[in-house]
């Protein structure tokens, strides 16, 4: 859960607007003809002047995807042109920190264009947290979704113009493995959560021994051959204590299926597919689906067996959707 | 000719029930005395008198711990039945052999729980380990693969329920609407004032596809408590007596715990039928004779079989009888109407049985007109038992 003084302080910033940040330079045909030539971009509307005379705009027009780099701080950080703001667009990240959620990845750029930018055209930037969602867990881990716009204007004396949005979304977080061990303090960093291990018993040792073999083993029963799964130590049918056990084809068929979404438990994946699984031999098995597509499954759909070692101690079978 | 069934021997006389809530605030013991004295009280039986106890798993308060703080001195009988809320009525049952067989003359029955504060079933994460116990070995087969909730293995049973027999996410959704409305108007209910539509169940988030969230019970905080004693003191007592007219639990073939996957056909609750069976044939009733029923609703898909094999409708059919309303509010069988684990509390069942006993006693809030006869189920896909009770 999250803390509530956090959610709280959180709140009070979002749609909070952040002061402006200036451009170096005013807009220029020397940057624009370096950046197409890094960006490997060979539209002559950006670079040929008696080309884009002719144009759609009546002459050079920046490339509209280097909106943001008018506006970056150059090699050194932090070193903004006079004027710009001195406030820091993520504070809330900050804040989200101090929490324990350390790790951050960015998930969205979304870049949206109003109009050309011109040569000779000077731009400004001004940020506003759009919103932080609920405290959400996912494969990473459990945190905050973090949305600032930066809007983008060309200075007129008649009144400044937008030109363009910076849509950018990240995820703050506290990585999955550290989620795991509950109210473990985060500096006591815990190992990465690993895949439960089956108790094993005589009775069910030559399955997992098969499964770290790549085989799929079923129990058979010596006296009236009967396949039995789970194994036990004794046969359902006619209660003899002696068996074998013999290697499935490892086709089968879907006999009913679940997909798991919530809790997220780690390590696993969610959503996570999980089958009972008709072997052709006749016995049923419970595994973990893979390859397989979203509302993509139906009872009776043909699988096949794969092996596949978690955290390297760990051999379980799989099974994948095959053609029929 | 001495009368060997436990039919009609034994009688609820008192029954008392903390609130519910999703953080009691105060420690299961006390949860389980203020039921407990409360059902004493109810019942006008001085804590003295009690001689036997019985709850079931997983109850952390031991019966000898409420024994001392009771007072009692001649403890008899006591029990704790297996198998979570597939248990939840044979305490009962146990109380009634006790009393029918002379054993104890007064026994209380409880179940107090902080499952949602203190700890969770559906966690996911239950520290099974490597051992080779039954319990380890068996879950073996399913928690690597992070098949690890009840709500998943459910939803493994009622996705081929659907592949069978054509029911729809929408047929479940309409027992929790049905929980939801009852609940709705039952102040002592978690959800009390707040009903919700079929659009709401299907909107609401996956939590184990084919379950929806509001597929799946509450967790809660609480404690039920009953007090049994033979049907001749019943009849000297302050409250109507609540009769015992069947009690069974079931067990059959291919028989796991939340796990039969293996059975030739996993679209049935054949445990169920066990306890069906019985609970007629000590009842001499059949499902005509039954006027309103608790069905374990710890997760909605099971409510369908479950009336399947108690004989309401015929195999495949409670789709149909749950469409045309029959289950709910005004219907031909209103069950739950306390609202179920779906819309009052998860008391893992013991909050159902005290709604059976308030329909017997003309008490209930939703009460259904000229109750002779009710039935109750305890916890399904796992080892059960159910009861009959009734007016003397």
């Known amino acids: 859960m999250a803390d509530p003084q956090l959610l709280s302080s959180v709140r009070t910033l979002v749609g909070r607007q952040y002061g402006r940040v200036y451009a170096w330079d ?17 539209n002559p509307l950006y670079t040929d002047a008696a080309y884009a005379a002719d144009g759609p705009h009546g002459g050079l027009v920046a490339p509209p995807a280097m909106l943001q780099v008018w506006t970056m701080e150059g090699l050194h950080a932090n070193n903004y042109p006079p004027g710009s703001t001195d406030q820091n667009p993520y504070e809330v990240l900050k804040l989200i920190e101090e929490y324990g959620y350390a790790s951050v990845v960015a998930v969205n750029s ?14 400004y930037y001004t940020t506003r947290l759009e919103s932080v969602g609920d405290e959400k867990t996912t494969g990473l881990g459990t945190g905050f979704f973090v949305t600032l716009v930066m809007s983008h204007f060309v200075e007129k004396p008649e009144g400044d113009e937008p030109v363009g949005e910076l849509l950018f979304r990240v995820f703050k977080f506290r990585p999955a493995s550290a989620r795991t061990a509950a109210q473990a303090p985060i500096e006591n960093e815990p190992a990465k959560a690993k895949r439960p291990l089956p108790g094993v018993s005589d009775d069910t040792r030559f399955f997992w021994e098969g499964c770290a073999e790549g085989k799929l083993l079923i129990q058979r029963c010596s006296a009236c051959a009967t396949l039995r799964h789970p194994p036990a130590p004794v046969c359902t049918h006619c209660h003899s204590f002696e068996w074998d ?21 780690a390590p696993f994946d969610h959503p996570n597919p999980i089958g009972l699984i008709e072997l052709e031999e006749g016995v049923r098995l419970i595994a973990g689906l893979t390859g397989v597509q979203r509302d993509g499954l139906r009872i009776g759909q043909q699988l096949q067996v794969e092996f596949q070692t978690f955290d390297e101690q760990l051999a379980l079978p799989l099974f994948r959707p095959v053609g029929e | 000719m001495t009368n060997l069934s436990i039919s009609g021997r034994a009688a609820i006389v008192g029954l008392g029930a903390t609130e519910f809530s999703k953080n009691s605030g105060r420690t299961e013991l006390r949860l389980a005395l203020e039921a407990t004295l409360e059902a004493l009280r109810d019942a006008g039986i001085d804590p003295s008198e009690v001689e036997g106890f019985s709850s079931y798993s997983v109850d952390k308060v031991p019966e000898y711990e409420i024994a001392r703080l009771l007072g009692c001195k001649d403890v008899k009988f006591f029990s704790q039945v297996p198998h979570g809320g597939g248990a939840a009525c044979a305490p009962v049952m146990h109380a009634a052999m006790a009393v029918a067989t002379g054993v104890a003359k007064v026994v209380v029955v409880y179940r107090a729980m902080n499952e949602r504060s203190w700890y969770r079933f559906g966690s996911g994460s239950y520290g099974f380990a490597s051992t080779p116990i039954f319990e380890n070995v068996n879950y073996g087969w399913y928690m690597p693969h ?4 009840p709500a998943a293995w459910v939803g493994m049973f009622a996705q081929r329920y659907m592949h069978t027999y054509g029911a729809t996410s929408e047929d479940f959704g309409r027992v929790a609407v049905a929980a939801r409305d009852f609940a709705a108007s039952n102040p002592k209910a978690f959800f009390h004032g707040k009903p919700i539509t079929l659009q709401e169940h299907q909107a609401s988030r996956w939590i184990c596809e084919p379950l929806h969230l509001l597929d799946c019970c509450q967790e809660s905080d609480g404690a039920v408590a009953m007090v049994i004693t033979s049907a001749e003191r019943a009849r000297d007592l302050r409250q109507t007596p609540v009769t015992i007219k069947a009690g069974s639990q079931g067990i059959t073939s291919g028989q796991q715990s939340m796990t039969s996957f293996y059975r030739d056909d996993i679209t049935g609750l054949p445990e169920m039928g066990v306890v069906a069976r019985e609970l007629y044939r000590q009842s001499g009733l059949g499902p005509q004779d039954l006027q309103t029923a608790v069905i374990y609703d710890h997760f909605t ?49 013991m909050n159902g049985i005290a709604e059976a006993v308030r329909q017997v006693r003309g008490t209930a809030v939703n009460q259904v007109a000229d109750v002779a006869n009710v039935l109750v189920t305890a916890g399904t896909g796992v080892p059960t038992s159910g009861l009959i009770l009734g007016t003397a």
């Not at chain 1, 005013?26 to 060979?42: F, H, K, L, S, T």
């Not at chain 2, 992070?146 to 909730?149: L, Q, V």
């Open chain 1, 26 to 42: 005013a807009v220029n045909a020397p940057m624009i003809r370096q950046w197409c030539e890094i960006m490997g971009v060979d």
């Open chain 1, 110 to 123: 979304e870049l949206s264009f109003t109009r050309p930018v011109y040569l000779g055209e000077r731009l």
């Open chain 1, 245 to 265: 056990s013999v290697q499935a084809s490892g086709r089968g068929s879907l006999y009913s299926f679940v997909v798991m979404h919530y809790p997220e438990v």
């Open chain 2, 146 to 149: 992070g098949f690890h909730t």
């Open chain 2, 301 to 349: 898909p099971f409510v369908l079989p479950q009336l399947e094999e108690f004989g309401f409708v015929r195999r495949g059919e409670a789709k149909e009888f749950i469409r045309e309303g029959h289950h709910a509010r005004g219907g031909k069988l209103p069950i739950n109407t306390h609202g179920g684990q779906l819309g009052e509390a998860y008391i893992h069942g």
